[in-house]
């Protein structure tokens, strides 16, 4: 049998063909670091059916918020910045929501690391009327695993988290997420 260079070059590009499609196949059913670091680390969601983390930050003008304090009540915790573009446009629906749920719902808008005065500045001049608090030291965003601004979490009255929400979400969705809340379920 005689070799030739085609026959040796049609072997070769086989060969390479079979270790590409392993390579292909094992990638596609190991998993990676990357995959179990995702499933750890999958941000507030992982959260739901947990306890409200105790945490304690500054509330402007009004002494400290603490997280435990509002057990006994249905509350949305949002946890924002002031230069996120998102948690500027997420504001006044919460305020909306904030007036129109009244006792039924407490609203805690938790700053992640500005300085109390800019974060004043901008409550008062967009009219917000619920609480807010500074976090500056993002220590709300460590225990909360979060990802992103804004996050929510609605909290019923045993402090448990029911649900999460990583990103902005329009005045309909936080409306049906309070009621939700509000009704037990």
């Known amino acids: 049998m005689r070799v030739t260079k085609k026959r040796v070059t049609r072997f070769l590009l086989g060969g390479l063909a079979v270790a590409v499609a392993v390579v292909v196949l094992l990638a596609m059913f190991v998993p990676s670091d990357f995959d179990r670091d995702l499933q750890m680390h999958r941000g507030p969601a992982q959260l739901i059916g947990a306890r409200m983390p105790d945490v304690k930050v500054e509330r402007l003008g009004d002494g400290p918020i603490d997280t435990n304090a509002f057990r006994g009540r249905d509350v949305l915790v949002n946890v924002w910045a002031t230069w996120c573009g998102p ?9 909306r929501l904030s007036k129109a749920e009244g006792d039924r719902l407490l609203i805690v808008a938790i700053d992640q690391g500005e300085d109390a005065s800019t974060v004043d500045s901008y409550a008062k001049r967009f009219g ?11 220590t709300v965003g460590t225990v909360l695993h979060l990802i992103g601004l804004p996050s929510s979490f609605f909290v019923d009255r045993t402090g448990t988290i029911r649900d999460a929400v990583d990103g902005e979400m329009t005045y309909d969705m936080m409306t049906s997420k309070a009621r939700s809340l509000i009704a037990g379920g």
């Open 87 to 95: 948690c500027r446009r997420e504001m006044p629906a919460l305020e």
């Open 128 to 138: 917000v009327s619920f609480p807010v608090a500074v976090d500056d030291e993002q």
